[in-house]
C-alpha cells in the first residue's frame, strides 16, 4: 500500500463556479493520485495510505447532494483502514471537511475554513499548515493561483519534511475545459522535478497566457510602429517575404495568424475579432520570444 506523505487544500470559489486541488510531496507523480475535482459536485484530496477510491466516491456521493460533512462520513464508515488515512473534501455549496487518521504519521493534521481546507502528513510541523491557510487566503488572482500559493507557502514553512518531487494542481468548471464541453478548466501536474511547485507556478502562468480570454482593457492599436515591429518578426521568422513597412493589410492578417496558431494563441488574437488591435499580453509575449 502506498503512503503518500504530501500537503494539499481543496478549495470553492464561487465568484468562478470553481473547484480545487493543489498538492505537493515527496512522492513521484502524485497528481495522478490525490486530487479529484467535478464542477457542480466538489473536490477531494485523498492521501496518506491513498485510498484512491475516496475521489471518485466522494465526488459520487457530494454529486448526489449529500454534504462534504455527510460525505466524509460515508467514506469511513465504509473503510476498515481509516486510521491511515487523510482526506478532505469540499462540497457543490463550498462546505468543507477533513479527516486525518491516528496512525498518520508525525507531523499530520488539517485545518478548515470558508470554502477551504489544508492538510499534511509527514510535515515539517504544524506551521506548514497555517502558513498554508493564511498564504491561500491573502493570495490574488484566480482560484488556480490561489491554490498554487498556499503550496508555496506551506513549502517555505518546511513542508514534507523528506524533501520535494512532484505538485499539482486541478480545478473544474462548468463548460470550462478545452472546448467548452468538458469541465477540466485547469490540471497541471509536475511528476518529478528538484523545485515542483515552482515549476507548477510556471505551468500556470503558461495556461493563463494560452487559454485566458484577452481583457478589453488590454487592446493595443495596431498602429505603424507596431505593424513595423509585427512584420519584422514575421520577416525573420520566415513567415512571409518583403519589406517593412509599417502597413497593416490583408497581406499581414492571414500570415500573422499562423505565427499566433504556432505559438497556441488563438484564444487571445484572431483576425475576426481583433483585426485592428493586438492584446498585450500577446505583445509582450512575441517580444520577448522573438526579440
Known amino acids: 500500500m502506498t503512503n503518500i506523505h ?27 493520485v490525490v486530487p479529484w475535482a467535478r464542477a457542480g459536485a466538489g473536490a477531494v484530496a485523498t492521501q496518506s495510505y491513498a485510498k484512491i477510491g475516496f475521489g471518485p466516491d466522494g465526488l459520487a456521493l457530494m454529486g448526489e ?13 465504509a473503510d476498515e483502514g ?22 498518520c504519521h508525525d507531523w499530520a493534521g488539517h485545518k ?21 491557510a493564511a498564504g491561500y487566503l491573502r493570495a490574488a488572482g484566480e482560484l488556480a493561483d490561489r491554490l498554487v500559493a498556499a503550496l508555496r507557502a506551506g513549502e517555505n514553512a518546511g513542508g514534507d519534511k523528506r524533501g520535494k518531487q ?3 494542481v486541478q480545478v473544474a468548471r462548468p463548460d470550462g475545459g478545452y472546448g467548452g464541453d468538458n469541465d477540466r478548466y485547469l490540471d497541471l501536474r509536475v511528476d518529478d522535478a528538484q523545485e515542483p511547485v515552482a515549476d507548477l507556478m510556471a505551468l ?3 495556461h493563463h497566457l494560452y487559454f485566458q480570454p484577452p481583457r478589453a482593457e488590454d487592446a493595443i492599436k495596431i498602429d505603424e510602429d507596431i505593424a513595423r515591429e509585427l512584420q519584422a518578426i514575421m520577416i525573420k521568422q520566415g513567415y512571409m517575404t518583403g519589406e517593412v513597412n509599417g502597413v497593416w493589410d490583408e497581406v499581414c492578417l492571414p ?11 488563438e ?5 475576426e475579432e481583433h483585426r485592428q488591435t493586438i492584446d498585450r499580453v500577446v505583445l509582450e509575449y512575441l517580444r520577448q520570444r522573438f526579440g
Request: net charge negative; aromatic share 6%.
Open 6 to 32: 504530501t500537503f494539499s487544500i481543496v478549495a470553492y470559489c464561487a465568484d468562478e463556479d470553481a473547484w480545487g486541488v493543489a498538492v505537493a510531496s515527496k512522492f513521484p507523480a502524485v497528481g495522478a
Open 65 to 77: 447532494g449529500l454534504s462534504a460533512v455527510e460525505a466524509l462520513s460515508r467514506l469511513l464508515e
Open 82 to 103: 481509516r486510521a491511515t488515512r487523510q482526506v478532505a473534501l469540499v462540497d457543490a455549496q463550498g462546505g468543507a471537511a477533513a479527516h486525518t487518521g491516528a496512525e
Open 112 to 132: 478548515t475554513g470558508d470554502g477551504f481546507s489544508v492538510q499534511g502528513n509527514l510535515l515539517a510541523g504544524e506551521d506548514v499548515i497555517e502558513a498554508m
Open 166 to 168: 512532484s505538485a499539482a
Open 204 to 206: 500556470v502562468r503558461l
Open 255 to 265: 500570415v500573422f495568424r499562423m505565427l499566433i496558431g504556432n505559438e497556441n494563441l
Open 267 to 271: 484564444m487571445r488574437w484572431s483576425p
